[in-house]
């Protein structure tokens, strides 16, 4: 669960956090409900915990999300929080694995692979090797890497 929430803060909904200078490993969730009358979002170091709600006591609607009124909040506090308590990296828990995958097709990715991330999974349960990308030219790969690049810059935006 801390791998996917930590996906949050690097590349989600909850990525502004670095650049409102939130540093070191953390995760969290940014939460809106329906018609924006509630903002939240709680996130974690493997030290701290706080949560952020903002919202009208009369349930009036708000109109903002999660990540534009509590996120801001939260990393205001959490910057000097992690000052003041420094947490070290999530610890990954026996059973656990962390595997190299191919985004395209959801396989371990083989250095051939134009778009790798990394997953968690229960060890045992990796998919099998990438068997798609295998001897690609160079400049076949390249090309499929400046795609996949161009595609997450549009979704980024």
């Given at each position: 669960m801390t791998s996917l929430l930590?996906?949050?803060v690097r590349t989600?909904?909850?990525s502004a956090a670095q650049s409102?200078?939130?540093r070191g490993d953390v995760a969290g969730k940014t939460?809106?409900?329906n018609e924006a009358r509630d903002a939240w979002f709680i996130g974690y170091s493997s030290r701290l915990i706080a949560v952020v709600w903002v919202g009208f006591d009369d349930n009036q609607v708000h109109g903002l999300t999660g990540a534009q009124a509590a996120l801001p909040i939260w990393a205001h506090f959490m910057r000097?929080?992690?000052d003041a308590y420094p947490a070290?990296?999530?610890i990954v828990p026996a059973g656990i694995s962390v595997a190299k995958i191919d985004a395209t097709n959801g396989k371990l990715a083989v250095e051939a692979c134009p778009l790798v991330v990394q997953e968690t999974f229960l060890t045992g349960t990796e998919p099998p090797p990438c068997d798609e990308h295998r001897g690609l030219s160079q400049q076949i790969q390249k090309h499929?890497?400046?795609w996949w690049d161009?595609?997450?810059g549009v979704f980024r935006r």
């Open positions: 930590r996906g949050v989600g909904t909850a409102l200078g939130v939460g809106t409900t000097q929080a992690l070290s990296d999530f499929i890497r400046n161009r595609l997450r």
